[in-house]
């Protein structure tokens, strides 16, 4: 079966419909000021609003206080929120105890011990996502950096797992056939400049996804 495909980072209409078309699985909305993909509140819940019902919308933080998180959750009504930061576990259940609403969180790899961090956060999650660790200090992902996969070989977690981190047309084929993930994450990959979408390559990434 082949993986789940998320196109994260997503601001425009005409990249959100080619999304849907080419098959996504996932839409990823970024909220984090000083990302290049940062979205307003208005935007997210007006391209959310054109998702059809088997499409999952994301809403992506970085260590958010507890207002912030409230306001985006209420006002955009996400399916899902994402944690790209260093959260404290008890954020996490903050939410799930307040809002209906199911997490994915990011774990930030470089070597092999950085996996140990799921048993933190592997009961109130949902889902998890292995994102290559930022060289970048300022943004914590979507730069397009690749780690190890083979670090994920035979990994063995109760839920299931996003592959991110330098993801392409270019190598997901082979990531896919590696380490098997549920699914998969691309944002700057399928963009042509920073920040914004290419049509193109959202279809032919999401093509070679699938047909894994």
């Avoid at 048993?119 to 780690?147: E, H, M, T």
């Avoid at 330098?166 to 993930?181: D, H």
Wanted: with cysteine.
């Amino acid at each position: 079966m082949p993986p789940k495909v998320k196109i994260c980072g997503i601001t425009e209409d005409k990249s959100l419909k080619a999304a849907i078309e080419a098959g996504a699985d996932f839409i990823g909305f970024v909220f984090f000021d000083k990302s290049p993909r940062n979205i307003s509140i208005d935007k997210a819940a007006a391209l959310i609003g054109m998702l059809p019902k088997d499409v999952y919308s994301v809403v992506l933080v970085v260590n958010p206080s507890k207002d912030f998180l409230k306001n985006v959750i209420e006002k955009v009504n996400p399916d899902f929120v994402q944690f790209h930061g260093d959260e404290a576990v008890e954020l996490l259940y903050w939410v799930k105890d307040n809002f209906n609403i199911k997490i994915i969180k990011a774990i930030s790899v470089k070597e092999r011990a950085d996996i140990k961090k799921v048993d933190i956060y592997k009961d109130i999650s949902d889902w998890i996502l292995f994102d290559a660790k930022s060289l970048d200090s300022k943004l914590p992902g979507g730069n397009g950096v690749v780690f190890d996969w083979a670090i994920l070989q035979d990994i063995k977690i109760e839920k299931p797992w996003f592959l991110a981190g330098g993801l392409s047309f270019n190598n997901v084929a082979e990531a896919i056939k590696l380490v098997k993930p549920h699914g998969v994450d691309v944002s700057s990959a399928v963009e042509k400049s920073l920040g914004k979408k290419d049509i193109d390559k959202i279809y032919e990434f999401i093509k070679l996804s699938k047909k894994v």
